[in-house]
């Protein structure tokens, strides 16, 4: 079975998730509600479009995808995160990182694409903090950090 991921797609998303039978995943976008500059930010209706088979969205922490001007904070990231999940359920977003383990921004570079706070390697200890903070729960945290993409994907392989 083949995987559709639609994250980096523009006007094609929602024909791909209308054609496929099987979930289909946003492994790494965010909300263009939140970040309407950003033309690979997922509209409302895709997000839906993509929960209602069963899909997920990966939130990003990539900076410009978060907030389109600075400074973007941890804050802003849990903020697509509270989004998406008002829109499409905790049963379908998650965690889409689109980076390095030590983040893609280098000492000797300008700072281009990382949040401050989440462009370490112990940057999912401060999400899953920052979702803490917001309220959600353990077993939420666990759906967001990896069991939404395990269940769709265990539904596309299957």
């Known amino acids: 079975m083949i995987i559709v991921d639609v994250a980096d ?6 024909d ?13 976008s965010n909300c ?7 033309a690979r930010c997922k509209s409302d209706e895709t997000i839906k479009a993509a929960a209602r088979k069963g899909g997920v ?9 978060v907030r389109a001007k600075d400074p973007v904070t941890i804050e802003d ?13 905790i049963e379908h977003v998650g965690v889409g990182s689109d980076m390095d383990l030590d983040g893609r921004d ?8 990382d949040i401050a706070g989440l462009n ?9 903090e920052g979702l803490i903070r917001r309220g959600y729960s353990d077993a939420d945290i666990a759906l967001i950090l990896g ?6 994907l265990g539904e596309i392989w299957t």
């Not at 990231?77 to 359920?89: R, S």
């Open 9 to 14: 797609s523009f006007s094609e998303s929602l």
């Open 16 to 28: 791909a998730i209308e054609a496929s039978d099987a979930p289909v995943l946003i492994t790494h």
């Open 32 to 38: 263009r509600a939140l970040c309407p500059e950003i």
């Open 57 to 65: 969205i990966g939130i990003t922490s990539v900076r410009h995808f």
């Open 77 to 89: 990231a849990l903020d697509h995160f509270d989004h998406a999940v008002k829109v499409a359920g």
């Open 106 to 113: 280098r000492p000797a570079g300008p700072a281009l694409y």
């Open 120 to 128: 370490r390697t112990g940057r999912i200890y401060e999400l899953t």
């Open 147 to 152: 069991g939404n993409f395990e269940r769709a």
